[in-house]
């Protein structure tokens, strides 16, 4: 499971500027299909749900607010 480096991050928001609930909507598809292919590679080592949030979506709100903002 990865998750976007900085050069794609840039260029997710590049292509979703001015729609950023556009790009949640999308980083969330993302990662409700990386946790049932989690679940079906392995059912007994799921990651925790904020390990998985903070991977999909935390950067989306810490971009929203900023490099100078709160983390």
């Known amino acids: ?5 900085a050069p794609a ?3 997710l928001l590049r292509e979703y500027e ?3 609930v ?3 909507v ?4 993302l990662l409700h299909d990386a946790v049932g292919d989690l679940y079906r590679l392995n059912p007994n080592e ?3 749900p904020a390990v998985l949030w903070d991977r999909f979506l935390a950067w989306l709100d810490r ?3 900023g490099a100078d903002g709160p983390p």
């Open 1 to 5: 499971m990865t998750c976007p480096g």
């Open 9 to 11: 991050r840039a260029a």
């Open 18 to 20: 001015g729609d950023m």
């Open 22 to 24: 556009g790009l949640a």
């Open 26 to 29: 999308y980083l969330a598809v």
């Open 46 to 48: 799921m990651p925790e």
């Open 63 to 65: 971009s929203r607010r």
